[in-house]
């Protein structure tokens, strides 16, 4: 891994709304590739640029190469971030592993649990990293992009990898990315899990922006439910949370993304796969370890798992 002050070579797998999102805001510091399998998405890009919606309205047209398969790269990455959906994990670590420099660095940006062990089971332990982020990102089109809301950005620090993680968060906070550090990967991940427990599949099913939820009591009180079953199989599994505070961490990303359609709606309202096995069926199943009842998880789960399988036959306005 480069030092923070050298130009990086930075692969992102998984160009839809928020690898996009993270290229377009380090393309200035760092020389940035995008790798999608989505070929009319990689068209687009590639013949018209990316288009980036900022907070504040303005329009950035940026000029980014994107490649859709591992041979078009002739270079090897210091840093790969994959954004890719969960149920890409295997086939995008298989990628990293070909894109990787010796001393690189895979870091997962990923919802959910079991993405982390899955690369590093490709490019080694100590070339794996896991962060997680509040930004808020809308693929709008083909190419063009929304920034809809703004967070923090957190990586944890595995063994030997101190000066590698330093680098991805001093480039991350030049970019505009507010980045810090975290020595607890177990505990990181799970204050993440928490965020998308409360908010991704609560919004895909009412079909509505993120800052509704705090901003209903009815809504409040579901992602409220949702929220506390999985804080008590957090605490049964004995990760380290500040759980004063996660309820009220939830809130307030819906109010920071307030404007933000949540990763698991734009795949609803794409009738496309969710990662609701990886966010709340994952409490599910971690519920059932250690027999903790998790019922509002469990509903969640199972009717998101009916949208996927009516999408054909849903009925329109």
């Not at 891994?1 to 839809?16: D, P, R, Y």
């Not at 200035?28 to 288009?51: K, P």
């Not at 895909?204 to 800052?211: D, I, K, T, Y």
């Not at 505070?245 to 920071?256: M, W």
């Amino acid at each position: 891994m480069q030092t923070e002050q050298k130009h990086m070579e930075i692969v992102i797998i998984g160009a839809g709304a928020l690898g996009c999102l993270f290229g377009a805001l380090l393309a200035a510091h760092a020389s940035v590739t995008l790798y999608t399998t989505n070929s009319d998405h990689a068209r687009v890009i590639n013949e018209d640029g990316l288009l980036l919606t900022g907070m504040d309205g303005r329009r950035h047209n940026l000029a980014l190469p994107v490649l859709t398969a591992p041979e078009q790269y002739d270079r090897r990455a210091d840093l790969i971030l994959i954004c890719t959906k969960a149920r890409s994990t295997g086939a995008a670590a298989g990628t990293a592993e070909q894109l990787l420099a010796a001393d690189g660095l895979v870091l997962t940006l990923q919802n959910g649990l079991g993405n982390l062990e899955q690369i590093a089971a490709r490019v080694g332990s100590r070339r794996a990293a896991a962060g997680i982020t509040a930004q808020g990102a809308t693929l709008q089109a083909p190419g063009r992009v929304l920034h809809a809301g703004n967070g923090a950005t957190v990586l944890a620090v595995g063994p030997g990898q101190d000066t590698a993680v330093a680098a991805v968060v001093g480039l991350f906070n030049r970019a505009g990315l507010d980045a810090d550090i975290s020595h607890d990967v177990d505990a990181l991940l799970w204050s993440k899990l928490i965020v998308n427990v409360g908010i991704n599949g609560l919004a895909a099913m009412l079909r509505v922006p993120n800052g509704t939820l705090t901003e209903v009591d009815a809504c409040r009180n579901l992602l409220d439910e949702l929220v506390t079953e999985a804080m008590a199989v957090a605490r049964a599994l004995r990760i380290d949370l500040d759980y004063e505070e996660q309820l009220d961490r939830v809130h307030r990303v819906c109010r920071q993304t307030s404007a933000n359609r949540a990763s698991m709606l734009q795949d609803v309202l794409r009738k496309v796969p969710t990662e609701i096995d990886v966010i709340n069926g994952a409490v599910v199943a971690k519920g059932r370890e250690t027999g903790i009842a998790t019922p509002a998880n469990q509903f969640l789960t199972r009717m998101i798992k009916a949208l996927e399988a009516t999408a054909g036959q849903r009925v329109s306005t």
